[in-house]
């Protein structure tokens, strides 16, 4: 199992040559968000899209 810092440094490398600053900490964001949103998958932190849906409705009020 790669550490943070490997996994971010694999990350940064497969960027182009010429990716600005701000397209490398988009993509590193990116990574962390999905790894964060499968961590709470696994731990069953979830909830439906009907809930998703509900909640949504309730801040567009």
């Given at each position: 199992?790669?550490?943070?810092?490997?996994?971010?440094?694999?990350?940064?490398q497969e960027q182009p040559e010429d990716s600005s600053h701000e397209e490398i900490v988009?993509?590193?964001a990116f990574h962390v968000m999905v790894e964060r949103g499968l961590t709470d998958s696994d731990a069953k932190r979830v909830i439906s899209n009907e809930e998703m849906a509900r909640r949504i409705r309730a801040w567009q009020r």
């Amino acid at each position: 199992m790669p550490t943070a810092k490997e996994e971010l440094t694999r990350l940064i490398q497969e960027q182009p040559e010429d990716s600005s600053h701000e397209e490398i900490v988009r993509e590193l964001a990116f990574h962390v968000m999905v790894e964060r949103g499968l961590t709470d998958s696994d731990a069953k932190r979830v909830i439906s899209n009907e809930e998703m849906a509900r909640r949504i409705r309730a801040w567009q009020r």
